[in-house]
């Protein structure tokens, strides 16, 4: 089925269609991507294939190969390592960093995310509920204040996005992936930094022992 894009739009919105296409496992990790077959596919020209490909490149999303076309990267172990890592320091940063300035309305806010979250819990829709983890993430990260931790997390978030792709398996349930939310969200109601930060870590290094387990 053809995805009509408006001919006004351009690199940009061609760049988030193929994110997403990549996250809703339309394409696979390694698979060619072929710009003719891309153009009629989002119905823009192979110039705006281009651009939009550059931008994915930029993000380490796919690579490009002299005289072979340009892939959906296919990350090592090593690579995954350094992402979770990064992570792990960002978040436990900047969501410790965030407690002085959170207030009612903005666990208020953090709440309503969380329903969101049980919606798509109910609907068993992974793709949803990861797209809504990262929009928790991000509201504590700009609670923080530091515009340069959130432009580190910005350079590293669409990594991030992707590696959520393979988290589905090591969850029991879509339950216990908004449970996790859950506990998160009691633990930034304390206020008290250790426990975010412990909060945190467990929850990032319980993934990166499942995950990395499994990667060669």
């Known amino acids: 089925m053809s995805h009509h894009i408006a001919k006004e739009s351009l690199g940009e919105l061609v760049a988030e269609q193929l994110r997403r296409s990549i996250w809703n496992r339309e394409f696979e990790f390694g698979e060619r991507l072929i710009e003719s ?14 651009d939009a490909l550059k931008i ?7 690579i490009s190969k002299p005289r072979k076309g340009t892939y959906v990267s296919q990350f090592s172990k090593n690579d995954w390592q350094e992402i979770i890592e ?25 709440e309503t995310i ?21 929009k928790f993430h991000r509201y504590v990260l ?5 515009s340069r931790v959130i432009k580190l997390y910005d350079s590293i978030q669409v990594q991030i996005r992707t590696f959520l792709l393979h988290l589905d398996k090591y969850y029991s349930s879509h339950q216990s ?10 633990a930034l109601k304390t206020k008290n930094p250790k426990i975010v930060d412990e909060k945190i870590r467990t929850h ?3 993934v990166e022992g499942q995950f990395l387990g499994d990667v060669e």
């Open 37 to 50: 077959d891309l153009s009629e596919k989002f119905d823009v020209s192979r110039n705006t294939i281009r």
């Open 56 to 62: 994915l490149e930029y993000e380490e999303m796919v």
């Open 86 to 110: 990064l992570r792990s320091m960002v978040e436990s940063f900047a969501f410790v960093k965030a407690l002085p300035y959170l207030e009612e309305q903005h666990f208020q806010d953090l």
């Open 114 to 134: 969380l329903e969101q979250m049980k919606v798509q819990t109910e609907n068993q829709n992974w793709s949803d509920l990861f797209d809504l983890d990262m």
């Open 142 to 146: 700009n609670m923080s204040g530091n």
């Open 177 to 186: 992936f908004y449970d996790e939310q859950k506990e998160l969200l009691d």
């Open 204 to 206: 990032i290094e319980y």
